[in-house]
């Protein structure tokens, strides 16, 4: 069956980094695209960033832009997320998703459990 499983999330103080990683397993990992969501307690979830099949095009988040990287590797069936200069208001749990490009969440058909982001002032 089709799997998801985030890693990489933890505590960091403003300022500094964290690289989330999704392993991907059940399914054509190469064909999809690939996103990460976010919640925050007490808020909707929200796009943060989506790659293409390839890694050709990529999409973000206004508040998360120049800030955050995604990318993948296909050979390992992985798609990542490189957060630098991270804020308090990054503080959410991170979801990664599998479907058609896009920002919206019902582009995309499977989803992970999360890891959480707690970023401390």
């Known amino acids: 069956q089709v799997q998801l499983v985030e890693s990489g999330g933890g505590l960091v103080q403003a300022g500094g980094s964290l690289r989330l990683s999704c392993a991907a397993s059940g399914f054509t990992f190469s064909i999809y695209a690939m996103a990460w969501f976010r919640q925050a307690p007490g808020k909707e979830r929200e796009f943060a960033a989506a790659?293409?099949?390839?890694?050709?095009?990529?999409l973000y988040a206004d508040a998360v832009q120049e800030r955050f990287t995604i990318s993948r590797d296909n050979a390992k069936n992985t798609v990542y997320l490189q957060m630098n200069t991270l804020k308090p208001d990054d503080t959410a749990v991170y979801y990664c998703?599998?479907?058609?490009?896009?920002?919206?969440?019902?582009?995309?058909?499977?989803w992970g459990q999360g890891t959480q982001v707690t970023v401390s002032s």
């Open positions: 998703a599998a479907g058609a490009l896009g920002v919206k969440e019902d582009q995309y058909g499977s």
């Open positions: 790659i293409s099949w390839n890694g050709g095009r990529t």
